[in-house]
């Protein structure tokens, strides 16, 4: 899984940062406004910056409340095959969300 808390935070930070909502994630953790959000259930976001918000609260803490059939419907082709290549950096350990994360940073 992640290597600490550290590692889960800029993997958080690089999710909401594909839907072009960085400010919401820091290296530390969310950050106030993301914290709003989830409990607005998304409130003015589109369908697809919040379903990217909330994965990054389902890694975070597990309250995204999110389903695999909200991700297959919702994200699109690029976002979606990001999300399934972190998911099987997750699988292979630490070293191998360094690399998705470095993938992530230079696309």
């Known amino acids: 899984m992640f290597r600490n808390d550290e590692q889960l935070a ?24 993301a914290k709003e959000l989830l409990k607005q259930e998304g409130g003015p976001l589109s369908h697809g910056e919040k379903v990217m918000l909330f994965l990054a609260w389902s890694f975070c803490n597990g309250h995204g409340g999110l389903t695999v059939a909200e991700l297959v419907d919702t994200l699109d082709k690029g976002n979606l ?5 972190l998911l099987v950096a997750l699988a292979e350990g630490p070293a191998a ?3 998705w ?7």
């Open 101 to 107: 994360l470095e993938n992530e940073s230079h696309p």
């Open 81 to 85: 095959t990001a999300v399934g290549e």
């Open 10 to 33: 800029v993997v958080c930070q690089a999710l909401v940062t594909r839907v072009g909502l960085a400010s919401l994630w820091t290296p530390e953790g969310p950050a106030e406004r």
């Open 97 to 99: 969300v360094d690399a």
